[in-house]
C-alpha cells in the first residue's frame, strides 16, 4: 500500500527558533499534500493544501508567513513554523494524495511539536 | 473550519458489545471516509463510502450513509479491547480534488 513518512516524529525547540516538517510519499507520486493540525483530544484541522510545483492554499485563519509550505517535488512537501511559540506547539500531520482521477489520500504518522 | 459533529463524543462499552458512532456533516460531499487513530499516532483509513452509496461493509464494520440527513454511522460489531481509539468522519466536498474536513471524533473506549 501507499505509504507516506513525516520526518522527524517529534521536536522540541526554543520559542523564536523555526522547524521544519518534511513529509515524504515513498511509493507514489502525490500531486497535492494537505496539512493538518491536531491539538490535543481534538480532531484534525486543514491548515493548507500542497500543489507540486505551485503556492499552498490556507484555509482561513491560516497565517501564511508563519507555516510556510513548499512542495518542491512530487514525493516531498515540507512544512516550515517560523518563529514557533508555545502556542504553536501541536501535532502536525500530512496526507498525500494520489492522482489518476481516484484520489485517495494516504496520511503521515504526524510530528509532535513542542515550542518550550 | 469543521464540517460538523460526531455522537457520542466518547463511548464506553465492554467487549463483545456493538459500538455505533454518528456523523453529521453540513455541505454537500462527493465522500465520507471513516479513520481511526490510537493516542498520538497517525490516522488509519477504515472505509470510504460514495455519496451514490447507501450501506458499505468491511469486516467488523458496516457505515451508513444518508445524504438526506447530511449523516452517517459507524458501527463496530463485536468490539474489542484493540479497538480503543478514536473514530474520526471526513468529508470530500463535491468537484475538484479531495479536500478532507474532519468531523470532532468519538473516542470509544472498550473494556476487557
Known amino acids: 500500500g501507499a505509504v507516506v513518512s513525516q520526518h522527524p516524529s517529534w521536536v522540541i525547540c526554543k520559542s523564536g527558533t523555526s522547524v521544519k516538517i518534511e513529509c515524504r510519499s515513498l511509493d507514489f507520486q502525490a500531486t497535492t499534500m494537505f496539512w493538518y493540525r491536531q491539538f490535543p483530544k481534538q480532531s484534525l484541522m486543514l491548515m493548507a493544501t500542497?500543489?507540486?510545483?505551485?503556492?499552498?492554499?490556507?484555509e482561513q485563519g491560516v497565517e501564511k508567513d508563519k507555516f510556510l509550505i513548499n512542495h518542491a517535488s512530487l514525493t516531498l512537501s515540507t512544512l516550515t513554523v517560523t518563529s514557533a511559540h508555545p502556542e504553536d506547539s501541536s501535532f502536525y500531520i500530512c496526507?498525500?494524495?494520489?492522482?489518476?482521477?481516484?484520489?485517495?489520500?494516504?496520511f503521515g504518522p504526524g510530528t509532535r511539536l513542542t515550542v518550550t | 473550519s469543521q464540517q460538523g459533529e460526531e455522537d457520542p463524543q466518547a463511548l464506553s462499552i465492554q467487549e463483545g458489545e456493538n459500538a455505533t458512532m454518528n456523523c453529521s456533516y453540513k455541505t454537500s460531499i462527493n465522500n465520507l471516509q471513516w479513520y481511526r487513530q490510537n493516542s498520538g499516532r497517525g490516522l488509519v483509513h477504515l472505509i470510504l463510502i460514495r455519496s451514490n452509496e447507501r450501506e458499505k461493509h468491511s469486516g467488523r464494520l458496516r457505515v451508513t450513509l444518508d445524504t438526506s440527513k447530511k449523516s452517517s454511522s459507524l458501527l463496530i460489531t463485536a468490539s474489542r479491547a484493540a479497538d480503543t481509539a478514536s473514530y474520526f468522519c471526513a468529508t470530500a466536498t463535491s468537484g475538484g480534488y479531495n479536500k478532507l474536513i474532519f468531523g470532532a471524533g468519538t473516542r470509544l473506549a472498550v473494556h476487557p
Open positions: 496526507s498525500a494524495q494520489t492522482g489518476g482521477g481516484v484520489y485517495e489520500q494516504y
Open positions: 500542497s500543489n507540486e510545483g505551485s503556492k499552498a492554499t490556507y
